[in-house]
């Protein structure tokens, strides 16, 4: 099972910066696939962004690209979200996600495994 845990959270005015970090545990973490998702106040989960094993391919929300870099760091077990120019609407909470692979260079946007998210607020 995986473990996974956000941080970096908080409130942001809009035009700001924050950068969400994910670790992970209990597996592999060069064997994951790591993603992001956001759900706003009442709204349903939303795909935000994917990394695949290797970190060399991404895939990116419409929404949200342009704004916004997952990278991951495989010798730390860590997955990060680097959002700029961050807008009101981006006001969520945001899970980090993942899911064991075969595939190295896959990106996934179904996941099994998710953490209890981390609150961002971006204030006009």
């Known amino acids: 099972q995986v473990q996974l845990v956000e941080s970096g959270g908080g409130l942001v005015q809009a035009g700001g910066s924050l950068t969400l970090s994910c670790a992970a545990s209990g597996h592999t973490f060069n064997n994951l696939a790591l993603g992001w998702f956001r759900q706003p106040p009442g709204k349903e989960r939303e795909f935000v962004a994917a990394i695949s094993r290797s970190g060399s391919r991404t895939n990116y929300a419409d929404s949200m690209k342009g704004r916004v870099t997952i990278s991951r760091n495989n010798a730390k077990n860590m997955v990060y979200l680097q959002m700029n120019n961050l807008k009101p609407e981006d006001t969520a909470v945001y899970y980090c996600?993942?899911?064991?692979?075969?595939?190295?260079?896959?990106?996934?946007?179904?996941?099994?495994?998710w953490g209890q998210g981390t609150q961002v607020t971006v204030s006009s």
């Open positions: 996600a993942a899911e064991r692979t075969n595939l190295l260079y896959g990106v996934t946007t179904d996941f099994s495994s």
